[in-house]
């Protein structure tokens, strides 16, 4: 099956960890993105990559790291600079290029719930 | 610059009964627009998308959604709702002149009561 997948489903944080979580794609789609979903603020944008070994702030960077060392991987890391990293995460990933023009409709995988305690 | 409206936070109908969920964006180019659906704890599913080759756009599922240019508008419908229509749907903006990155309404969550 090809797909996105994203590990853990569920993970907990002490205050004052750095947690780490997964996205593996096997799409062979270039380009990846993390968002953070809140209640009532739709979903937005961490970071994005759209080429191994780089990647883009998005627009809530502050307290995140990420890297793309594969093609199909793209792990974020919520550090504890962090001040409220208690959300769901989710990870999607998408093409580059293709002759349609507004083409560019992103894959989302299942998402990580994040709690801290 | 590019944003998404939706315009209605909830929105509860009975079960057959036609859904109406309403989507305004903002873009300074031609846009994309697509419609997804989250199921609690899930991630987003795409329902349809708005390519720029027909203004009706059918999806998965029923569902269909008009872009109306002049209204800015995308609002997304389905003749008979099912109970499992009940989710969270997000109307969702891009544009290539902004790197394709996806703009995201707040959501409609839609209730089915049987």
């Known amino acids: 099956d090809g797909g996105i997948t994203q590990s853990p489903k569920y993970l907990f944080r002490k205050e004052g960890q750095n947690v780490t979580l997964s996205c593996e794609q096997n799409?062979?789609?270039?380009?990846m993105y993390w968002y953070r979903q809140d209640p009532g603020q739709g979903l937005r944008l961490i970071y994005y990559?759209?080429?191994?070994?780089?990647?883009q702030k998005g627009d809530i960077a502050e307290g995140y790291s990420v890297s793309r060392e594969k093609k199909e991987s793209f792990p974020l890391t919520v550090t504890s600079a962090q001040k409220n990293p208690t959300a769901f995460y989710l990870c999607?990933?998408?093409?580059?290029?293709?002759?349609?023009?507004?083409?560019?409709?992103?894959?989302f995988g299942p998402g990580t719930r994040l709690t801290v305690l | 610059a590019q944003s998404v409206t939706q315009l209605d936070s909830h929105v509860s109908v009975s079960e057959g009964t036609p859904v109406l969920l309403r989507c305004n964006y903002s873009?300074?180019?031609?846009?994309?627009l697509f419609w997804y659906v989250q199921h609690p704890n899930k991630g987003l599913q795409l329902l349809l998308k708005?390519?720029?080759?027909?203004?009706l756009v059918k999806g998965i599922n029923g569902f269909e959604a008009e872009f109306k240019k002049s209204e800015t508008s995308f609002h997304l419908t389905k003749p008979s709702a099912h109970m499992s229509d009940a989710a969270e749907y997000f109307c969702?903006?891009?544009?290539?002149?902004?790197?394709?990155?996806?703009?995201f309404g707040a959501g409609t969550i839609l209730r089915v009561k049987s």
């Open positions: 999607a990933s998408s093409i580059i290029r293709d002759t349609r023009r507004y083409y560019n409709e992103q894959f």
């Open positions: 799409l062979n789609h270039d380009a």
């Open positions: 990559s759209q080429i191994v070994n780089d990647f």
């Open positions: 873009s300074s180019y031609s846009p994309s």
């Open positions: 708005y390519t720029s080759a027909a203004t």
């Open positions: 969702v903006v891009s544009n290539a002149e902004y790197g394709n990155k996806l703009v």
